[in-house]
Each structure stands twice: as structure tokens, then as C-alpha cells.
């Protein structure tokens, strides 16, 4: 929490699930999400596919949003954003247009996010994937694991 006060980060409400799902859950010494989308005061920060419609650098800035908000909901199944001890894993969807294959690029939103809350413990792996679509038109979906203290 001291490092996102200095880096003038605060966590989003936490989103109502569109579906027969929970934002997060606790397992043990983990909490996983669910695939969190770029919203932003209850709208999705953009729409379209990546390399058609939405540039890369967009669409790493809505990774981060989406990074962020996944972050929010694991802290809300951890007790609190001091509960989580190092992200473990990362895994972004990008709507992608056939001939684009920078997802990589699209997902250090989301990465770079990770180290600037958490810094050493925010080193996580990660697996970049170009989808056809994703809900509501998203041009991202981001879901994280992190391990608690």
C-alpha cells in the first residue's frame, strides 16, 4: 500500500461479475481471479481489436487498467493489498487481428504494473494469447495469482 500512496496508485472498486462467476478466490496461500476487463467507472476504457481498430500502445494501456483492476479483486479476497506477498502468475488475452502478433508488447501493461506496485515481488510469469474477441469487446482480459504472506 506505501508503494502505490508514492506511485499515486489507488485500487477500483471491485467489478460486479457479468456472469455466474466470482472476481477472485482464496485457495490456501493463493488467490486467483477471474479474467478482469479494462473498466473504468463502469465502462470499458475501449473496444476493438488489436491491429485493427485499437493501436498496441492502447491496448497496453488498457492491460494496465485491466492489471489493475485484477489486482483490486485479489486484494479484496486477500484481506487487503498488504496481504499479497509477490504476484506469481500473469495471463492476458488480446484481441487480435489475424496479422498481429506484438501481444507480448501489449501485455507489459500489465507486467510493468505488477513491479510498480509490488516491485521484486511484482516478477511474476506470463503468457501472452491472441484470441479472436473477448466480452463486451474488449481488446483485453487480464487475470493474475498471487501468493499471500
Keep these: 500500500s506505501a508503494r502505490m500512496a508514492e506511485a499515486g496508485i489507488s485500487l477500483p472498486p471491485v467489478a460486479t461479475p457479468a456472469g455466474s462467476y466470482i472476481p477472485a478466490i482464496r485457495h490456501g496461500d493463493f488467490v486467483s481471479t477471474s479474467g478482469q476487463l479494462p473498466f473504468v467507472d463502469g465502462a470499458l476504457q475501449a473496444t476493438g481489436i488489436v491491429g485493427s481498430t485499437v493501436t498496441p500502445e492502447a491496448a497496453a494501456e488498457c492491460a494496465r487498467t ?60 506470463r503468457s501472452a494469447v491472441g484470441v479472436a474477441a473477448l466480452p463486451m469487446g474488449s481488446p483485453v482480459e487480464v487475470e493474475i495469482v498471487v501468493a499471500l504472506h
Design 66 to 125: 485491466a492489471a489493475l483492476n485484477a489486482v483490486a479483486a485479489a486484494a479484496q479476497a486477500a484481506g487487503g493489498i498488504d496481504q499479497i506477498a509477490s504476484v506469481v502468475r500473469v495471463v492476458g488475452y488480446v484481441a487480435s487481428s489475424p496479422d498481429f502478433g506484438g501481444q507480448p508488447a501489449v501485455m507489459n501493461g500489465a507486467s510493468n504494473l505488477m513491479t510498480e506496485i509490488f516491485g521484486e515481488a511484482g516478477k511474476h510469469v
